[in-house]
T-cell receptor, first 115, second 113 residues
Framework: AQSVTQLDSHVSVSEGTPVLLRCNYS??????LFWYVQHPNKGLQLLLK??????LVKGINGFEAEFKKSETSFHLTKPSAHMSDAAEYFC?????????????FGTGTRLQVTL | NAGVTQTPKFQVLKTGQSMTLQCAQD?????MSWYRQDPGMGLRLIHY???????DQGEVPNGYNVSRSTTEDFPLRLLSAAPSQTSVYFC????????????FGQGTRLTVV
């Protein structure tokens, strides 16, 4: 079965410091993985995706993530946090059931950015 | 570019009432899905459709009904609302490929009293 675990429900950083949001996945084969961001009272926006090409994936707004098969991880990073990065972040795995492709969401990490 | 459009944005229902949440997409995507978002639980799949006339249950389907008569529209029906259905509902669409991302609507915040 495919699953995804976000290791922190809440992360707080100071503006200008690095961001690390952790995600581990479980999959019986090489998965497609995504990171989405949700700003307060908004829908979900794609940050980046991994689809078995380069293991280091660059996304929007300076975010990037590295796929590590040996560690079954897909952690999201950003070198320098900005106040506008405060939001909830979801790690998502895509898998094929035999009849359809489905997405499984992590429980989310709320990022707080302080001055 | 409209993308995925959900209506209404907010709704308050009384227990036992029924209603339909509307979802439309203009990207000609075959796949459409409904999710509910509850605090600390991420998004959970309610129902999904792989094309017009084809629907299937997700992980939390009880109390909800769907149909897909056209590629563009995928309404979600609450048959008899219960307080446990208080949640934020998201509609999403994507192409069938496992590698493609989903596009989400802005959500419907539903409160059942």
């Amino acid at each position: 079965a495919q699953s995804v675990t976000q290791l922190d429900s809440h992360v707080s950083v100071s503006e200008g410091t690095p961001v690390l949001l952790r995600c581990n996945y479980s999959s019986s084969y090489s998965p497609s993985l995504f990171w989405y961001v949700q700003h307060p009272n908004k829908g979900l926006q794609l940050l980046l995706k991994y689809t078995s090409a380069a293991t280091l994936v660059k996304g929007i707004n300076g975010f990037e993530a590295e796929f590590k098969k040996s560690e079954t991880s897909f952690h999201l990073t950003k070198p320098s946090a900005h106040m506008s990065d405060a939001a909830e972040y979801f790690c998502v795995v895509s898998f094929y059931t035999g009849t359809a492709s489905k997405l499984t969401f992590g429980t989310g990490t709320r990022l707080q950015v302080t001055l | 570019n409209a993308g995925v459009t959900q209506t209404p944005k907010f709704q308050v229902l009384k227990t036992g009432q029924s209603m339909t949440l509307q979802c439309a997409q203009d990207m000609n995507h075959e796949y459409m899905s409904w999710y509910r978002q509850d605090p600390g639980m991420g998004l959970r799949l309610i129902h999904y459709s792989v094309g017009a006339g084809i629907t299937d249950q997700g992980e939390v389907p009880n109390g909800y009904n769907v149909s897909r008569s056209t590629t563009e529209d995928f309404p979600l029906r609450l048959l008899s609302a219960a307080p446990s259905q208080t949640s934020v509902y998201f509609c999403a669409s994507r192409t069938p490929s496992e590698n493609t991302e989903a596009f989400f609507g802005q959500g419907t915040r539903l409160t059942v009293v």
